[in-house]
């Protein structure tokens, strides 16, 4: 049963960056498209960014593409989301989660294990 783990949410202030990991176990990330998603309160959740299978292409919101890069660290059996230039409202608990599908973009329902979440707040 693969299991993630999130970690690297806190309380930045706008402008700032930070890094996310989402620690796999159970299995081999590369085995499988690994997305984050986020959600505000009042808002439903949102894809933010893929990696897909094998270690492939990826894939961006608009929101935040030249500003969050995803990656992977095959030894440490993770993937990452480094966010950079922060905005306000980018504050929202961010999700990874894991999809066996090789769909080139796989929606929500394609996921099938999910982290507990982080929080991230951004301060104006």
């Known amino acids: 049963q693969v299991q993630l783990e999130e970690s690297g949410g806190g309380l930045v202030q706008a402008g700032g960056s930070l890094r996310l990991s989402c620690a796999f176990s159970?299995?081999?990330?590369?085995?499988?498209?690994v997305g984050w998603f986020r959600q505000a309160i009042w808002k439903e959740r949102e894809f933010v960014a893929l990696?897909?299978?094998?270690?492939?292409?990826?894939a961006y919101a608009d929101s935040v593409k030249a500003r969050f890069i995803i990656s992977s660290d095959i030894g440490k059996n993770s993937v990452y989301l480094q966010m950079n230039s922060l905005k306000v409202e980018d504050t929202a608990v961010y999700y990874c989660?894991?999809?066996?599908?090789?769909?080139?973009?796989?929606?929500?329902?394609?996921?099938?294990?999910w982290g507990q979440g982080t929080q991230v707040t951004v301060s104006s």
């Open positions: 159970g299995g081999t990330f590369i085995t499988y498209g």
């Open positions: 990696l897909r299978k094998a270690g492939g292409s990826t």
């Open positions: 989660a894991a999809t066996t599908s090789w769909l080139r973009n796989p929606g929500e329902a394609q996921y099938s294990y």
